[in-house]
C-alpha cells in the first residue's frame, strides 16, 4: 500500500461495482491518476448477486416453463427434470464468463490501480482504507445499496438478493416477501423451475411501479406458473416454518425471501467528515450533474436516489468522473430511463406512463400482432405516450423480450421524435417492436382523420357563413 499513501490521487473511487468501475475507467482515460477502492470483489452486485445471476437462474427457468408449454404447439417431450446443481452451475458459468472484464487485474491493466479494503472518509482529501491513509483531490462514491431487512417478529433465517445464490437445494416451499423486480422475477424463476411459491405484496398490485394492466398481465403469468400471490397483506410474525400476515393468513414455508427494496450502502462512509449531504433514507444528494453538497465529492449508482439500474449506475458515474476530471457540468437526463423486468412476458417501461393532462396515449393489444400470434404470446401490449405535440413521452410494452423494443422507444423519447416520425420508419415483419410500431401508426392517423375532420368542418363553416352572405334575403 505504500505508494498508494504517497501520492495525491486525483480521483478515488469508493466501491467497484457497476457505477465505481465506470467511474474510474472513464477517469482513467481522460488522463487522471484513479484509485479504485473495493471491499470485497468488483462487479458489485450486478454481477455477483444481481443481474446475471437473476437472468441466468431466470433462463434456466423459462426453458424448463417453454418445454411445459411446447405441447401447446404440438412439441411433447417427456421426463424433464430440473438438476438444481447444474442450474446453478450455469448460473455460475455466466458469471464466470463475465467476470474477467471487472477483474482487479484487468482494471489495473487498464491504467487503474485497484486496492482491497473498505473506506471511511477522515476529512475532506483525506480517507482510510484499512490501516493506510490517503489523500484524494476528488472523489466518487460509489458504494451501492444493501437489500432492507423489514423489522418483523420472529423474523430470523432469511434470504435476501446477496445470499439466495448460495442454496444448495430448491426449496420445496419458498416464501417470497415484497413483489417488485427482485420479488418477481425470483417467484417465477422458482416457481417454474419447481418450488411451490407464494409471494407477499404490501400495495394491492405486484410491480407497483407499473400500469395497473402491465402488472396484470405479470400476475396472471406468475400465477400461471404456480405461484401465489398475496397482496394488500403485511407480514406480522414469522416462527420457524410459518409467516402470519395481517388478515391471520398462514403461509408455511421452507425457505423466505426477503425482497422489499435497498437501502443506500453510506451508514459508515463518515460522510460527516466531508459536508455531504444525505437524505432521510441515508442515500446521497446529487445535483444532475451527480455532484454532491460538498464540490470535490460526486456520487452515482444505488447510493442516490436515482433509479436503482445497472445502466443508469454506469451512465451517470461516467457523468460524474467526466464532470470531476474536466471541471465540466454535464447533466444526466433522467426523462428517458428504461426499466424491464425479466419475467415472462418481459415489463418495459420508460419516460411517463401515466395518463397525465394534456397527454394522450395509444395502445395496440398482442392478441392480433402476428409476432404474438405465431409465438403464441398474445398476453401483452404496446402502449405510446404522446404530448400536445405529438411527441412520443413515454411508453410500456408487454412482450417476451419487451426489453430489447425499448431501447427504441427510448431513444425516440431522447431526441424528442414524434409518433409520425416512428411511423414513417420500416420496421422489419413480424416482430415483437412491431406493437409499438402499430400504435404510433395508429396515432397517427387518428391525428390525421381529426385534422381531416377539422378540415372538412371549418370548409362547411366557410362555406355556409359564405352562401348565407351571398343569398339574397326573403323579407
Ligand atoms: C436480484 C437483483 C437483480 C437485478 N437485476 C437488474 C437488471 O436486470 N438490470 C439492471 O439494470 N439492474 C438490476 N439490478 C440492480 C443493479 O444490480 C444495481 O442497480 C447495480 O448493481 C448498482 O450498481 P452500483 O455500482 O451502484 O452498486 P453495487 O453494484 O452495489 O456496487 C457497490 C460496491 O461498493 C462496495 N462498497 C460499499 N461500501 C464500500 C466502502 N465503504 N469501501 C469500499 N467499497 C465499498 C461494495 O462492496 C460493492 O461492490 C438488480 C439488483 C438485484 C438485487
Ligand atoms: N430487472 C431489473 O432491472 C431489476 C431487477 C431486480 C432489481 N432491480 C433493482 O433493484 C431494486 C430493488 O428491488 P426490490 O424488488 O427489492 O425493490 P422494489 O422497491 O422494486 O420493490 C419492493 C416491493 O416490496 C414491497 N414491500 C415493501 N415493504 C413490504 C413489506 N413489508 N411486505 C410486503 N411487501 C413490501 C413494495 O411495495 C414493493 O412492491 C429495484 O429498485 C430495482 O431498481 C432491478
Keep these: 500500500m505504500k505508494n498508494v499513501e504517497t501520492k495525491v490521487w486525483d480521483l478515488l473511487v469508493v466501491g467497484g461495482g457497476s457505477a465505481g468501475i465506470v467511474a474510474a475507467k472513464t477517469a482513467v482515460k481522460l488522463g487522471a491518476s484513479v484509485l479504485l477502492a473495493e471491499q470485497q470483489r468488483p462487479g458489485g452486485d450486478c454481477l455477483w448477486t444481481g443481474c446475471v445471476p437473476s437472468k441466468s437462474l431466470l433462463a434456466a427457468a423459462h426453458h424448463r416453463a417453454g418445454i411445459r408449454k411446447s405441447a401447446a404447439l404440438g412439441v411433447h417431450a417427456q421426463g424433464v427434470t430440473v438438476d438444481f446443481a447444474a442450474v446453478r452451475q450455469h448460473v455460475n458459468t455466466a458469471i464466470r464468463t463475465i467476470e474477467p472484464v471487472d477483474a482487479p487485474e484487468t482494471l489495473q491493466a487498464g491504467g487503474i490501480h485497484v486496492v482491497k479494503g473498505t473506506v471511511t472518509f477522515i476529512g475532506d482529501g483525506k480517507a482510510a482504507i484499512g490501516g493506510d491513509r490517503v489523500a484524494y483531490r476528488q472523489a466518487v462514491i460509489a458504494t451501492g445499496a444493501s437489500p432492507i431487512v423489514p423489522r418483523i417478529p420472529g423474523l430470523r433465517d432469511f434470504l435476501t438478493s446477496e445470499t439466495i445464490w448460495g442454496l444448495t437445494e430448491l426449496p420445496p416451499r419458498l416464501l417470497v416477501l415484497g413483489g417488485g423486480s427482485v420479488g418477481c422475477e425470483l417467484s417465477q424463476a422458482f416457481a417454474r423451475l419447481g418450488s411451490s411459491v407464494t409471494l407477499v405484496e404490501a400495495?394491492?398490485?405486484?410491480?407497483?411501479?407499473?400500469?395497473?394492466?402491465?402488472?396484470?398481465?405479470?400476475?396472471d403469468s406468475?400465477?400461471?406458473?404456480?405461484?401465489?400471490?398475496?397482496?394488500?397483506?403485511?407480514?406480522?410474525?414469522?416462527?420457524?416454518?410459518?409467516?402470519?400476515l395481517a388478515d391471520r393468513t398462514r403461509v408455511e414455508f421452507d425457505q423466505l425471501l426477503i425482497a422489499v427494496g435497498r437501502r443506500a450502502r453510506t451508514a459508515k462512509l463518515g460522510l460527516e467528515h466531508l459536508g455531504v449531504a444525505a437524505d432521510e433514507q441515508g442515500r446521497i444528494v446529487v445535483d444532475r450533474s451527480m455532484r454532491t453538497s460538498n464540490p470535490r465529492i460526486w456520487a452515482a449508482g444505488d447510493v442516490t436516489p436515482l433509479p436503482q439500474?445497472?445502466?443508469?449506475?454506469?451512465?451517470?458515474?461516467?457523468?460524474?468522473?467526466?464532470?470531476?476530471?474536466?471541471?465540466?457540468?454535464?447533466?444526466?437526463?433522467?426523462?428517458?430511463?428504461?426499466?424491464?423486468?425479466?419475467?415472462?412476458?418481459?415489463?418495459?417501461?420508460?419516460?411517463?406512463?401515466?395518463?397525465?393532462?394534456?397527454?394522450?396515449?395509444?395502445?395496440?393489444?398482442?392478441?392480433?400482432?402476428?409476432?404474438?400470434?405465431?409465438?403464441?404470446?398474445?398476453?401483452?401490449?404496446s402502449r405510446l405516450h404522446f404530448d400536445r405535440k405529438g411527441r412520443i413521452v413515454g411508453a410500456t410494452v408487454v412482450s417476451p423480450r419487451a426489453g430489447e423494443?425499448?431501447?427504441?422507444?427510448?431513444?425516440?423519447?431522447?431526441?424528442?421524435?414524434?409518433?409520425?416520425?416512428?411511423?414513417?420508419?420500416?420496421?422489419?415483419?413480424?416482430?415483437?417492436?412491431?406493437?409499438?410500431?402499430?400504435?404510433?401508426?395508429?396515432?397517427?392517423?387518428?391525428?390525421?382523420d381529426a385534422r381531416s375532420a377539422r378540415r372538412v368542418i371549418r370548409g362547411l363553416a366557410r362555406a355556409r357563413s359564405m352562401w348565407l352572405r351571398l343569398r339574397p334575403r326573403r323579407h
Design 222 to 244: 406468475l400465477r400461471q406458473d404456480g405461484v401465489n400471490i398475496l397482496t394488500g397483506r403485511a407480514l406480522t410474525e414469522v416462527t420457524e416454518h410459518t409467516a402470519v
Design 203 to 219: 400495495t394491492d398490485q405486484i410491480l407497483p411501479a407499473e400500469s395497473p394492466d402491465a402488472a396484470a398481465i405479470i400476475a
Design 405 to 448: 423494443t425499448i431501447g427504441e422507444l427510448t431513444l425516440a423519447i431522447r431526441l424528442g421524435l414524434r409518433g409520425r416520425d416512428l411511423a414513417g420508419t420500416i420496421h422489419p415483419y413480424p416482430t415483437f417492436s412491431d406493437g409499438a410500431w402499430n400504435a404510433a401508426i395508429a396515432d397517427t392517423r387518428d391525428q390525421l
Design 309 to 381: 439500474f445497472t445502466h443508469t449506475a454506469g451512465a451517470f458515474a461516467s457523468i460524474a468522473a467526466s464532470n470531476a476530471i474536466l471541471g465540466l457540468r454535464r447533466k444526466a437526463t433522467t426523462s428517458a430511463i428504461p426499466r424491464v423486468t425479466f419475467t415472462a412476458p418481459e415489463v418495459a417501461s420508460v419516460g411517463h406512463t401515466r395518463a397525465a393532462h394534456g397527454t394522450r396515449q395509444q395502445t395496440i393489444t398482442h392478441d392480433h400482432l402476428d409476432r404474438a400470434v405465431t409465438d403464441d404470446e398474445r398476453r401483452g401490449f
